[in-house]
């Protein structure tokens, strides 16, 4: 994969260079202070009318079609860029975008080359004490996607593997399991597809390093499949939330322990509306997951935890028949969670081994309703709102 890789820069060379050439020109304006839009109503989305019935459908079928998750195979790509600059951009407030060049082979053995625009994201991972690497948003032109297993995507997240070590590879993986985990779970729940990127500079040509990313599907697309749209809503509660898809989103996060998220912040959720009106909460991003396990996580100081491989329950009080409703579809989709993490090739032993004795753990904690309401209806009080 690495030399079929290199083998395609030296067919792009000349493309490259064009390409530095055009980011230096253009590196004075896009680092220039971008004047704010004045930010709109987020309460002006929840009235907005919603279209014909036929629309709504359409559209959850093309974002169900996306070619990009179509597949289960890692994605082999390479990234052209001006890396070193790139890395340097860590102010979380920063507009720059930076070209670059994806390519990659399609399963014709044909070569696909997308001009494309990256900035970094994030604010833990994009800080240097946690990660030498930043992770990436991905913007493609849609003059240059058709046909490519990119149609239809505008923006994409990337998450990269934060350093370039062998033991992160590990980090990633575990990461990406999370996503089909939930899948598996809920079809209210981001999609992911594995990949394996090559970095390249752009102006010597040379590669940094291949290592394992994932693709996340867009929040609209999240959206589209559910028959809904995204409103930014922040500042709202449990009371606010469909019951069910709240409590079953809320076991996933405690199965996996992770406790970097919040509805009142609009941190690392995202909220669908229906034509009902009725609000979904959807998570992602959980690399700060004791599932994960990743070397730099540490649980917030309010929480009373000492570790993220703690778990800690952080959703609303529910009676045991309340819980038992989740806990049982979890259960159900215990043997295909298991086989996923079995399937998933890249893992080495010990991870495997780790990932798999830590959900079972949890499945223990769900498997009868004494155990329930002992672990999550006996003492259960609010947590602080963060």
Known sequence: MRRLALTRLGTTAVVIAALVCAGAATHAQQHAPAAKAPKKNPLLKLVEPWPEEAVLLARRTEAERRPLFQSTEPLAFTLAADFKLINKD??????????????????????QT???????????????????FVPLRVELPAAETAGTVFEGQSTLKLGTHCQDDKSYEQITLREYLTYPIFNIVTPRSFRARLARGTYVD??????????YAIFIEHENDVARRMGGRIVELPRTGFKDMEASTLTLMMLFEYMIGNTDFSLWALHNVRLVQDPARTL??????????GLVAAPYAIPEPRLGIR???DRLYRGPCRTVDEL?????????KRPDILALV??????????????????????????RPASIKRQFVDGCKPLPTM
């Open 324 to 332: 038992e409703a989740a806990a049982s579809m979890l259960r159900e």
């Open 280 to 289: 979904f909460p959807v998570p992602y991003d959980f690399d700060l997951s």
């Open 90 to 111: 860590r102010n979380p407030e920063s507009t720059a975008r930076y070209p670059a060049l994806l390519s990659l082979t399609d399963e014709r053995g044909r070569e």
């Open 114 to 132: 997308i001009h494309v625009r990256l900035s970094p994201r994030g604010h833990f991972r994009r800080m240097a004490r946690n990660c030498s």
């Open 342 to 367: 079995d399937r998933t090739s890249g893992l080495d032993s010990g991870a495997r081994s780790d990932v798999k004795n830590y959900l079972e753990s949890f499945f223990k904690t769900i498997e």
């Open 307 to 309: 570790s993220v491989s």
């Open 202 to 211: 752009a102006k010597s040509g040379k590669a940094h390093t291949t290592r």
